[in-house]
């Protein structure tokens, strides 16, 4: 399989002809056909069909095209950070946080306070899973992550330092609940994670809640976070939340705050070429050290 071979798949499936696409590609319309050829004959099965002069994806080429943007798209932006990277390798840094946090609790902060005093560096800031953000770490793909303590401890070549304490509570559908008062509420409630990779973390904080409250909690995995909140919202079920997460903001949920807190930790790694990452956790750090003042 060729970068040729790649391109000019997507080319035909983008525009559904064989002509538009050797066209669009400047090249002759049977050399694409030979190339979409030979590379259905390495795959072993068909990318393409004709149905009534149409030209369509099959549907194991619909997902050899969705490989291959998405593939593309992330092969794009490796290019573009090495790129900026090489041109000015210790004047950004990039940070991590994860996908179901509310930035508003800890960006103003850390554009603040760190841009005032360097404002030649560039801050970025993208949002991951929990394990998409360890592995960036460790990959070097990012220099700081932010999260809470469930990977903090055992991660090979991550640094961990606690940084603040957030809130944490249960959410739930105000339309389907009535004046909810106290966890007990919902001892007949599934309780909805989202996540093996912290299943067992959250496991055991709602575990060890509930026993406060004299019964076993019900809990379902529902393994995607999009389903989880559309069943909270449906009423058929609850999930736990700390109160930086931004679900917490939205007005279809309740929020029963619980007295627990949920320490917050900032990773990065122990061997980082990025001279300013030092500095730069010093200053987060410090920053919250004000905030709590």
Not at 30 to 48: C, H, N, V, W
Not at 227 to 243: N, Q, W
């Amino acid at each position: 399989m060729t970068q040729t071979q790649i391109n000019c798949f997507l080319a035909v499936a983008r525009e559904r002809s064989f002509t538009r696409a050797a066209n669009s590609l400047y090249i002759s319309q049977p050399a694409i056909s030979r190339s979409i050829s030979k590379l259905e004959d390495e795959l072993g099965f068909q990318l393409f069909e004709r149905r009534e002069s149409a030209l369509t994806l099959t549907t194991h080429g619909a997902q050899m095209y969705d490989f291959f943007v998405r593939t593309k798209a992330e092969f794009d932006e490796l290019v573009t950070d090495i790129r900026s990277q090489v041109k000015s390798p210790e004047k950004q840094i990039s940070i991590g946080c994860p996908e179901t946090w509310n930035p508003t609790f800890f960006h103003s902060r850390i554009a603040a306070r760190f841009t005032a005093d360097y404002p030649d560096v560039r801050l970025s800031i993208a949002s991951y899973r929990l394990a998409d953000l360890i592995t960036r770490l460790q990959s070097g793909k990012l220099d700081v992550g932010l999260s809470h303590d469930f990977y903090s401890p055992n991660v090979p070549g991550v640094t961990a330092q606690f940084l603040t304490y957030s809130g944490c509570g249960v959410i739930y559908s105000r339309e389907h609940f009535g004046n909810v008062k106290s966890l007990k509420d919902f001892c007949s409630t599934d309780f909805l994670l989202f996540d093996t990779d912290i299943e067992k973390k959250f496991s055991g904080i709602i575990k060890g809640l509930c026993s406060g409250y004299g019964f076993t909690p019900k809990i379902k995995n529902i393994g995607n976070m999009t389903s989880a909140l559309f069943d909270v919202a449906c009423g058929r079920g609850i999930m736990l939340f700390s109160d930086w997460d931004i679900a917490v903001a939205n007005q279809a949920y309740g929020f029963l705050r619980l007295p627990v807190q949920m320490p917050i930790m900032v990773l990065y790694r122990e061997e980082n070429t990025n001279t300013l990452v030092n500095t730069f956790v010093s200053k987060l750090k410090s920053s919250f050290d004000v905030m709590k003042t």
